[in-house]
């Protein structure tokens, strides 16, 4: 197993840009692939983006495409998500995750199997 500590998060106004990272450590060998959820207060956690490890495959959620990118840096074992043109309807707390084994897309939790314990994004009108 990974371990995953998300870092980046913080308040920001709309219309900001902002860059959320992912440390993974352990038996990063084993990920198939990383992404990313949130979850705003009183709702389910939802899906935003997910990577493959090894080929940089993407995939987004309809709500993020053309505002976020999610990239990895293999040798450094981070995933990245960059954030731009934020909306307050962004406010969440942000998880990475990662899942073993050869499978994609990757849209779901139970599609994940390690996940970290999220960052607190929160953006002002």
């Known amino acids: 197993q990974v371990q995953l500590v998300e870092s980046g998060g913080g308040l920001v106004q709309a219309g900001d840009s902002l860059r959320i990272s992912c440390a993974a450590s352990g038996r990063t060998f084993s990920v198939h692939a990383m992404g990313w959820f949130r979850q705003g207060p009183g709702q389910e956690r939802e899906f935003v983006a997910s990577i493959t490890w090894t080929l940089g495959r993407t995939y987004y959620a309809d709500s993020v495409k053309d505002r976020f990118t999610i990239s990895r840096d293999n040798a450094k074992n981070t995933l990245y998500l960059q954030m731009n043109s934020l909306k307050p309807e962004d406010t969440a707390v942000y998880y990475c995750?990662?899942?073993?084994?050869?499978?994609?897309?990757?849209?779901?939790?139970?599609?994940?199997?390690?996940w970290g314990q999220g960052t607190q994004v929160t953006v002002s009108s």
């Open positions: 995750a990662a899942g073993y084994g050869n499978r994609w897309p990757r849209i779901n939790r139970q599609d994940f199997d390690s």
